[in-house]
């Protein structure tokens, strides 16, 4: 199992050259295959201009994303002229509505997507969370999250947030050859259950299986000392000097976490370094 088709995604005509950068990265050491997809989006929302709308208008939508969308793909293709990596990038136009749609069908076909973070810039975050969550939902693909530039290569010291739920579970799977390649991966428990299955010993069955796989892996209980699960989680993360965190994304409803918050929401937010995530 490996990451063969590694898929990243731009919006507009800026491009996020530490997610980039990631990308290409992680495609030569997997020798893989790179997809970009440049999106331009068509901020005119045909149905709130009902029959008044002017063709005009609509049309000056469409042309100035088109022109945001090829502007992206010729910076790409100047990035990747020379690299040593098979790659290949197309501009395409889309409505905000229709996002989840277009990277969701891109990314069903690929066995990863590389992002920058969705959240803490001032314009953008509407779109860039779509793309996100159409890539985890739609596309039921992995997400590697790429905070900044990267000081070093992604995945010697991993850290895994395991709570036993079926995200957790999925990020694990999706992160395998990741794992498998690590120096040492940590499986960090923070307050389990009392009464949960591996009560008597916390991560046993998931270390089990991991050590089966050849995954030079290790368990760590840790108390919430802080008020939000990724704050322990990072701080472990930090400690362990991880250059990488495997957790499950939205255990709890989208709606939710967009209202009350959640450790997904929180870790896009606030990630210092990688996270990969899975649903």
Known sequence: MAFKTILTVTLGDAVDTDALDAAVALTRREEGHLDILCLGV?????????????????????????????????????????????????????????????????????????????????????EAAAVLEASLFEGRAPVLVVPGALAGEIGRKVVVGWNESTESLAAVRAALPVLQAADSVDVAIIDPEAHAADRSDPGADLCRMLSRHGVAVEASVLAKTMPRVCDVLMRHATDEEADLIVMGAYGHSRFREAILGGATRDMLADATVPVLMAH
Do not use: M, N
């Open 42 to 126: 068509d901020r005119v929302q045909v149905g709130y201009y009902f029959d008044t709308a002017s063709p005009a208008l609509l049309e000056q939508g469409i042309s100035q994303a088109r022109e945001v969308a090829h502007a992206a793909k010729a910076k790409i293709e100047e990035r990747l002229e020379g690299e040593d990596i098979a790659w290949s990038v197309r501009a395409a136009v889309v409505q905000i509505g229709a996002i989840a749609e277009v990277v969701g069908r891109t990314a069903r076909y690929c066995d990863l997507v590389v992002l920058p973070k969705p959240y803490g810039k001032e314009d953008g975050e509407t």
